[in-house]
C-alpha cells in the first residue's frame, strides 16, 4: 500500500507552469501519496489494483476528447506524439495543422481553452500511471460522428461533420463533455485511494466547467437552424434522448419540462449525474453491451473496456 511520507518542498507561483503542474503537484503530496513521488522527481506508476484500472479508462476518455479538441485547432500530432498508439481519424478535409476555420472568435478562444486543457489531462493521467499507462486506442472522429448523428435525428441527419463550422463543433463537444462529467462522477464509487480520487474530482470539475460553457453558447443560439430543418435545441435534446437511451437515463437537453435553461444538468437534488462505466461505454461505442464500436472502433485499452 502506498503511504504519505513527509517529503515537502517549496515553490513561487511565478516558476509554475502547466507542463510543470505534475511535478509540483507530486512534491506537495499527490505524488507521494498517490502517484509514487520517486527521489528524482519522477512520477511512478500505480500498484496493479482498481485505481489503475480506473485511472487507464479515464485515459481512454481523455485520449478521445484530446483528439477531437486538438484536431479543431490544429494541434492533434501533439497527442499522437505521448507514448504512442493508435491511429486517429478524421474528416478528410480537415487539416491538421490548422484545424477548422472559425468564424466566431469566442467559439475558437474555447476551442483553444479546452485543448490544452485535454491535452494535459492525458499528460498528467500517463504520467501518473507510468508504465502501466495503455496506450492510445484506434479513435474515429470521422464515419463515428456520421453514425452519431444519423441514430439520434432518426437518419435525418447525415453525414454530420464537427469541423465544418462552429456550430456543429459545439454539437460535437456536447456530445462528449457531459459524458465525462458523469464518467469521474461514477468512478469515484470505484477509486479506494484519496489522493486519485482528489485528483479525480479535480478533472470532474474542469470538465463541468467545459460542459457548462458548451451548453451555455448552445442555449443562446438553441432556436437557429441547426441542420436538416431541426433547430439547434432539437439537435441538442436528440443527442440528449440518444445518450440517455444507453447511458441509464441520466442526461437532459438545454431545457426542462418546463422551458426553464439547464446549464448544469443534474437530478432532482441538485447533483450531478454518475454513469457506471458500462453506461459510459454504450454510449462511446454508440451500442448497448457492444465491446467496440463508435469512437473506439477496436474498442478501449486496458481492463475496464
Known amino acids: 500500500m502506498t503511504t504519505i511520507d513527509d517529503q515537502t518542498t517549496t515553490a513561487t507561483t511565478d516558476t509554475l507552469n502547466r507542463r510543470a ?4 503537484l507530486g512534491k506537495i503530496g499527490l505524488g507521494t501519496a498517490a502517484f509514487g513521488l520517486a ?13 489503475g484500472d480506473v485511472l487507464n479508462f479515464a485515459l481512454n476518455l481523455e485520449y ?19 507514448g504512442g498508439g493508435a491511429e486517429i481519424r478524421l474528416p478528410k478535409n480537415l487539416d491538421m495543422t490548422r484545424g477548422m476555420q472559425f468564424k466566431d472568435s469566442n467559439v475558437q478562444a474555447l476551442a483553444n481553452d479546452i485543448a490544452e486543457d ?6 498528467f493521467l500517463h504520467g501518473a500511471l507510468g508504465k502501466g499507462a495503455v496506450m492510445r486506442p484506434v479513435i474515429d472522429l470521422s464515419g463515428a460522428f456520421d453514425a452519431a448523428g444519423q441514430a439520434a435525428s432518426g ?58 460553457a458548451i451548453r451555455t453558447m448552445l442555449y443562446q443560439q438553441r432556436q437557429v437552424t441547426a441542420a436538416a430543418g431541426l433547430y439547434v ?22 431545457s426542462d419540462a418546463r ?11 441538485g447533483v450531478a449525474y454518475g454513469r457506471t462505466t458500462r453506461e459510459v461505454l454504450n454510449i462511446v461505442y454508440l451500442a448497448p453491451n457492444a465491446s467496440k464500436g463508435g469512437f473506439y472502433p477496436n474498442g478501449l485499452n486496458g481492463s475496464i473496456k
Open 39 to 51: 527521489g528524482t522527481g519522477a512520477l511512478a506508476a500505480p500498484k496493479k489494483d482498481i485505481d
Open 21 to 24: 503542474a505534475l511535478g509540483f
Open 259 to 269: 422551458g426553464r435553461a439547464v446549464i448544469a444538468p443534474a437530478d432532482m437534488n
Open 64 to 82: 478521445l476528447e484530446a483528439a477531437f479538441y486538438l484536431a479543431a485547432v490544429g494541434r492533434v500530432n501533439e497527442l499522437r506524439a505521448i
Open 155 to 212: 437518419g435525418a441527419i447525415k453525414g454530420f461533420n464537427p469541423y465544418a463550422n462552429d456550430l456543429f463543433f459545439l454539437h460535437g463537444a456536447f456530445i462528449f463533455e457531459d459524458v465525462g462529467v458523469t464518467a469521474y462522477n461514477g468512478a469515484a464509487t470505484l477509486i479506494t485511494n484519496p489522493a486519485y480520487l482528489q485528483a479525480a474530482a479535480g478533472i470532474l470539475a474542469v470538465e463541468a466547467y467545459h460542459g457548462g
Open 233 to 254: 435545441g432539437q439537435v441538442v435534446g436528440a443527442i440528449s434522448a440518444l445518450r440517455a437511451k444507453v447511458g441509464g437515463g441520466k442526461d437532459m437537453g438545454l
Open 118 to 123: 485535454e491535452l494535459q489531462h492525458v499528460k
